[in-house]
């Protein structure tokens, strides 16, 4: 059973730059798609950036494009969002997922992973 932590949120003034971490257990991540989505309150799950179980795809929603970046480690089992130029919009609760048989494009439209991790809050405010 394949078990994610994520790791690294916390308050950043806008402009500031955040690292995610999702760790994996229990599986080699390689046989994995992973994803990251996050949720506002009062507002649905979005997908932010997906990545390709061996890093060759990528893709990323439009509202994060430019400043955040997916990359993986898969000898370390992590797989990492890089977030720079935060906005306050970008505040929400950060869950990576991981899923096989799926394209990138596919699990960040549909949001749909077959294990999820816990969540890290990520604050954008001045």
């Known amino acids: 059973q394949l078990q994610l932590v994520e790791s690294g949120g916390g308050l950043v003034q806008p402009g500031g730059s955040l690292r995610l971490s999702c760790a994996a257990s229990?599986?080699?991540?390689?046989?994995?798609?992973i994803g990251w989505f996050r949720q506002a309150p009062g507002k649905g799950r979005e997908g932010v950036s997906c990545?390709?179980?061996?890093?060759?795809?990528?893709n990323y929603a439009d509202s994060v494009k430019g400043r955040f970046t997916i990359s993986r480690d898969n000898a370390k089992n992590t797989v990492y969002l890089q977030m720079n130029s935060l906005k306050p919009e970008d505040t929400a609760v950060y869950y990576c997922?991981?899923?096989?048989?799926?394209?990138?494009?596919?699990?960040?439209?549909?949001?749909?992973?077959?294990?999820w991790g816990q969540g890290t809050q990520v604050t954008v405010s001045s």
């Open positions: 997922a991981a899923r096989t048989g799926t394209t990138v494009q596919t699990m960040c439209v549909t949001g749909i992973g077959d294990f």
């Open positions: 990545i390709s179980s061996r890093g060759y795809s990528t």
């Open positions: 229990g599986s080699n991540l390689d046989d994995y798609a």
